[in-house]
C-alpha cells in the first residue's frame, strides 16, 4: 500500500507590476434518532455556526461562508494539481470503494463519483452540509472517526485532504485507514504545512499572517489537534505499514506576485482562500484556548 501526498524547490521569480440525491446515515443504527437530532443541532458562537456534536473536536465553523471557502480550496487544489484530483493512480485507474475523509461539501466526493461511475464513494464529515442531488454512486454518511470505524466491507482508496487539527490523534486514524483498506489499497493525504514560510528569507519576523500562524499552532497544541502535523506523515504512514510511500511537496504563493503564469494564478486562489478562511481557521482557536474575546482577535492588525 501506498500513500501519494521530495522534490527540491528553486526560489520564485516575482513579477513586477505597476502599481465553484443521497441520504445521510450513521453507523449505529441503535441511536439513529438520536444521531439525526444531534448532526443537525449547531451553535453560534461569535457570529459563526459550528457544528454542536462536534464542538469540543472540531474548531473549524460549517456555515455558508466556510462551504464556499472549502469549495473555493477545491479549486485552488486541482489547479495545484494540473487539474487533477490527486497522485494517487487510484485517481485514474478508478477504486471499486472510496472514502472521501472530512467531505465537507462533498465536492471531491462528486467529482470523483462523476468520474468514475464504477466506483462507490463514501464522503464522510460530521456535519451535513452536503448536497442531495448527488451521482447514484456516492453517498454521504454523518460518522466521527475518532471512534471504532465499523465499516463492513474494506476500501481500496482512502483520500484525506487538509484534515490536519481535525483528529485528535493523526497517527490512530492512519492505522485506523491502514485496517480499512484491502491489500493493495492506497491512502492519499493532501494537507498545509504551519507555520508559513518564505524560500527568500524575505518575511518579516512580525508579519500578522507569520504571527497568526505561530498562534494557531499554539492554540491548536491546547486544544490537543495539532496542525502542524504534515511533516509527520510519511513517518506515520510508514509506522502503519504502508510501502512505497511518496511524498510531494507544492508550493501556494500568496498573492500574484510570482512572475510565471502558474505560481501567478496559484497566488491569487491561495490569497482568496486565506482571505475568505483566516477567521474561521483561527477564531474559534484562540477565543477557546488563548483566552482572547472576540474584539480582541477583530482587532489583531
Not at 528569507?201 to 504534515?230: F, M, Q
Request: glycine share 6%; proline share 6%.
Amino acid at each position: 500500500m501506498s500513500a501519494p501526498t521530495q522534490e527540491p524547490h528553486e526560489a520564485l521569480a516575482a513579477d513586477t507590476f505597476d502599481d465553484t440525491d443521497s441520504t445521510f446515515s450513521g453507523t449505529d443504527s441503535e441511536s439513529l434518532e438520536s444521531l439525526r437530532s444531534s448532526v443537525l443541532r449547531f451553535q453560534e458562537e461569535n457570529g459563526r455556526t459550528y457544528h454542536a456534536m462536534s464542538s469540543e473536536k472540531y474548531n473549524f465553523p460549517n456555515d455558508a461562508s466556510e462551504s464556499d471557502r472549502l469549495d473555493l480550496q477545491h479549486n485552488l487544489w486541482l489547479l495545484t494539481l494540473h487539474g487533477e484530483l490527486g497522485l494517487s493512480p487510484k485517481i485514474k485507474k478508478p477504486a471499486k470503494r472510496v472514502m472521501d475523509v472530512g467531505t465537507g461539501t462533498g465536492i471531491w466526493a462528486i467529482e470523483y463519483a462523476d468520474l468514475h461511475p464504477e466506483a462507490q464513494v463514501v464522503g464522510v464529515d460530521l456535519s451535513p452540509i452536503q448536497p442531495s442531488l448527488v451521482p447514484p454512486n456516492c453517498n454521504f454518511e454523518i460518522d466521527d472517526l475518532e471512534k471504532e470505524w465499523m465499516w463492513s466491507e474494506p476500501f481500496d482508496f482512502i483520500f484525506c485532504r487538509v484534515m490536519t487539527g481535525s483528529f485528535a490523534d493523526m497517527e490512530k486514524f492512519v492505522q485506523n485507514a491502514y485496517d480499512n483498506l484491502e491489500p493493495g489499497g492506497y491512502l492519499e493525504m493532501q494537507d498545509l504545512t504551519y507555520p508559513i514560510a518564505c524560500d527568500d528569507g524575505t518575511l518579516p519576523p512580525d508579519c500578522e499572517v507569520l504571527r497568526s500562524g505561530l498562534l494557531s499552532i499554539e492554540a491548536s497544541a491546547k486544544a490537543g489537534r495539532a496542525i502542524n502535523l504534515a511533516p509527520k506523515y510519511k513517518n506515520f504512514l510508514k509506522k502503519a505499514g504502508f510501502v512505497d510511500v511518496v511524498e510531494k511537496q507544492f508550493k501556494w504563493p500568496i498573492n500574484e506576485w510570482p512572475k510565471d503564469k502558474h505560481y501567478k494564478e496559484l497566488g491569487k486562489w491561495s490569497y482568496a482562500n486565506i482571505n475568505n478562511g483566516l477567521e474561521g481557521l483561527l477564531l474559534g482557536l484562540f477565543t477557546r484556548f488563548l483566552g482572547w474575546s472576540a474584539d480582541e482577535y477583530f482587532s489583531f492588525p
